[in-house]
C-alpha cells in the first residue's frame, strides 16, 4: 500500500522568509517519482517540483527546493523568499508508474 | 504551452441524473487520467487510460463512472445516476510521453442536489 502523509494542516510565513513543508511516505516501490503540487484558490493543481527516487541530488526549481531523505521515506519542500502568491494548498504526491498517491495537503498562508 | 482543458467549469445536476465531464488533454500524450477532490479533502484517483482502454481504477471507480476517448481529442467521464457524496471537484490529467509529469486541467465542479 501506499500512503503520503502530510503532518502539518495550516503552515503560515512571514513575507521573504524561508519555510519548509514537510512529506512522509510509504512505498513499496522501488522506483517511484516524488511531487509537490501547488493547488491556488482557483483549485487548478500546478506542479510545483519533482524528484526521481533514484536520483540522490535533491531538486530545486528557483525558490523552491526539496529534502528528500530516501532512506526516511521523508521528501519536504523548502520555500525560500516567500512571496504573496505563493499561497496555497500544498499537496505531497508520489507516482508509482500506475497512479498518484496524494497527501491530505498543507495550507500555507503568507503573511504581509 | 500547451494546457489540459476540462468542459464545464461547473455543473450542477440533480440526484439520478447522468453527467458527463470532458476534458482535452494535451495533444501528443498518451496517458490520460480522471482523479477527484471532495471539499476540503485530498486528490483520490480513479482511474487511468492508456490505448483506448482502462489500465488502473480505484475502488471509487465503480459501475457508476465510465470512461471514454470518443475522438482523438476528448476524454470523458460519465456518472451515470449521480450521488450526493459524488459532488466534488474532478481534475483531469495527461501524461508527457518523455517523462512522468502530469499536466491537471483546471477541474470541473460538480454539485449534485
Known amino acids: 500500500a501506499q500512503t503520503v502523509t502530510q503532518s502539518q494542516p495550516e503552515m503560515s510565513v512571514q513575507e521573504a522568509e524561508t519555510v519548509t513543508l514537510s512529506c512522509t511516505y510509504d512505498?513499496?516501490?522501488?522506483?517511484?517519482?516524488l511531487f509537490w503540487y501547488k493547488q491556488p484558490p482557483s483549485r487548478q493543481m500546478i506542479l510545483v517540483i519533482r524528484?526521481?527516487?533514484?536520483?540522490?541530488q535533491n531538486a530545486t526549481e528557483n525558490r523552491f527546493s526539496v529534502n528528500f531523505q530516501k532512506a526516511a521515506k521523508s521528501f519536504s519542500l523548502k520555500i525560500s523568499d516567500s512571496q504573496l502568491g505563493d499561497a496555497a494548498m500544498y499537496f505531497c504526491?508520489?507516482?508509482?508508474?500506475?497512479?498518484?498517491?496524494f497527501g491530505t495537503g498543507t495550507s500555507l498562508t503568507v503573511i504581509p | 504551452e500547451p494546457e489540459v482543458t476540462q468542459t464545464p467549469s461547473h455543473q450542477v445536476t440533480q440526484m439520478g441524473q447522468e453527467v458527463i465531464l470532458r476534458c482535452v488533454p494535451i495533444?501528443?500524450?498518451?496517458?490520460f487520467y480522471w482523479y477527484r477532490q471532495i471539499l476540503g479533502q485530498k486528490v483520490e484517483f480513479l482511474v487511468s487510460?492508456?490505448?483506448?482502454?482502462?489500465?488502473?481504477k480505484s475502488e471509487i471507480f465503480d459501475d457508476q463512472f465510465s470512461v471514454e476517448r470518443p475522438d482523438g481529442s476528448n476524454f470523458t467521464l460519465k456518472i451515470r445516476s449521480t450521488k450526493l457524496e459524488d459532488s466534488a471537484m474532478y481534475f483531469c490529467?495527461?501524461?508527457?510521453?518523455?517523462?512522468?509529469?502530469?499536466?491537471f486541467g483546471p477541474g470541473t465542479r460538480l454539485t449534485v442536489t
Open positions: 490529467a495527461s501524461k508527457n510521453p518523455d517523462n512522468d509529469e502530469q499536466y
Open positions: 495533444s501528443n500524450h498518451l496517458y
Open positions: 512505498t513499496s516501490e522501488s522506483d517511484y517519482y
Open positions: 504526491a508520489v507516482w508509482n508508474g500506475n497512479q498518484f498517491y
Open positions: 524528484q526521481e527516487a533514484y536520483k540522490q
Open positions: 487510460f492508456y490505448n483506448n482502454e482502462i489500465s488502473e
